[in-house]
């Protein structure tokens, strides 16, 4: 089978799925205002309720869409969740009150899961051997993705607050069409797996997953490490203009040269570099660069250094994709989907824990009645997470793939 073309549509998923917040946050702050008529304050409170919502619907669907994709395969899930995503961005381009919106945010957080289906078909398509580096250009795609959404959402604001909404939906609608002519089918009667709403919930899936030696732990660091590295889009913003006195275009252009930076490590180095020192160490080498970084931008007092330290951020995301394939070889080939819904759960955890975590860190060492002033707190927060992965991964013995799943 020729991968080349699925392998295209499967990134462009993940971009546009990347895409999606970015491409719409320009507008939340006067869309909410828009419908609900209040101030900026207000607005901000819906916007994270809205962002809470997304998050919580990955967590409870992502389990559910992986053991879907294992059961029926990742063709149908991709394909219809990509139908319904566009429908959904066309609800909140007519959205008129703030339920709305919210009913748009359940849809969208539901169909993002799809991130676990997309995952579950590279390793599907992957030589044991290539899956870390194929789920390398996963992470660029999400990287270019991350780039390309404030950007592009920044200049069709200038045409209004629905533009962005209509553009995603003509995205998603057309990567759809694209699919249904070049994704094969990946599962076949070899691997599919019965669905089971036991394992198709979250709690379900993380106890039968976790089953898998060594996977508990596997799972800990996966959460722990989102937490830490969210400290880049959860504070950098507060940080920049804190610490560096920097402006909102500044902070955006900054924040781009971040997301180039990992696409450029996952897609393009990550590969030579599994191929040299393996994945295992290749974890062990990324955390390690983490926590440099993260101990740099703690104390850095200078904007323009902490710009130099982008290749090294950067650099350090090799960790996720090494990480992810050592747990893509340890499931069996029809559990791939469960495993990525599950992966894709513990994220969406992570992400709704870890902007209080951040925020909440910044908050206290910039308060004026602090008498400790330190806005680089959070990352040095991050720098100890980071270094508990470490020992915890090397704790964990090495996982061996077991032949049948577990039931």
């Excluded at 919502?53 to 149908?76: E, K």
């Excluded at 795609?141 to 604001?157: H, I, K, Q, S, Y």
């Excluded at 020992?391 to 039931?407: D, E, G, Y």
Aim: contains cysteine; glycine residues 10%; aromatic residues 12%.
């Amino acid at each position: 089978m020729n991968n080349r073309l699925p392998i295209t549509f499967i990134l462009i998923s993940v971009v546009i799925d990347s895409m999606g917040i970015g491409l719409i946050m320009p507008v939340m702050p006067d869309l909410i205002q828009e419908v609900e008529g209040d101030g900026l304050g207000a607005a901000a409170v819906w916007g994270g309720v809205l962002a809470t919502i997304f998050a919580a619907m990955q967590f409870l669907f992502g389990p559910t869409v992986g053991n879907l994709s294992d059961r029926y395969g990742r063709r149908p899930v991709l394909l219809i969740s990509l139908v319904i995503m566009a429908f959904d961005y066309v609800l909140m381009a007519v959205a008129g009150t703030i339920w709305l919106l919210i009913i748009g945010r359940i849809i969208g957080g539901i169909t993002a899961a799809t991130q676990s289906t997309s995952a579950a078909y590279m390793a599907d398509i992957s030589a044991p051997e290539d899956k870390a580096a194929n789920f390398g250009l996963i992470g660029a795609a999400f990287g270019v993705g991350f780039v390309l959404g404030p950007l592009l959402g920044g200049v069709l604001a200038e045409y209004g607050t629905r533009a962005p909404f209509w553009a995603a939906a003509f995205l998603a609608a057309a990567n759809a069409i694209f699919g249904y002519f070049v994704l094969p089918e990946t599962v076949t009667d070899r691997i599919r797996r019965p669905f089971e709403w036991r394992r198709a919930n979250p709690l379900g899936a993380f106890t039968n997953i976790g089953k898998l030696p060594g996977l508990k732990r596997l799972m800990l660091i996966t959460f722990v490490y989102t937490v830490a590295f969210f400290v880049y889009p959860g504070v950098w913003a507060y940080y920049g203009a804190e610490r560096f006195d920097w402006s909102p275009g500044m902070i955006g252009l900054s924040l781009g040269i971040f997301g180039i930076g990992i696409a450029v490590v996952q897609g393009l180095l990550i590969k030579p570099i599994l191929n040299r020192i393996g994945e295992r160490k290749a974890v062990i080498l990324g955390l390690s660069i983490d926590v440099v970084a993260f101990v740099l931008l703690g104390f850095v007092t200078n904007g323009w250094v902490a710009l130099a330290l982008t290749p090294l951020t950067a650099l350090g995301s090799i960790a996720g994709p090494a990480l992810q394939g050592i747990m893509s070889r340890t499931a069996s080939d029809d559990q791939q989907g469960e495993l990525q819904g599950t992966v894709t759960s513990i994220n969406a955890v992570a992400t709704i824990v870890a902007p209080l975590v951040v925020t909440q860190t910044f908050w206290y060492f910039t308060a004026p009645q602090n008498p400790f002033y330190m806005p680089g707190a959070p990352f040095l927060l991050s720098a100890v997470l980071t270094v508990f992965c470490i020992f915890v991964f090397i704790q964990t013995p090495r996982p061996t793939k077991p032949r049948v799943s577990v039931s």
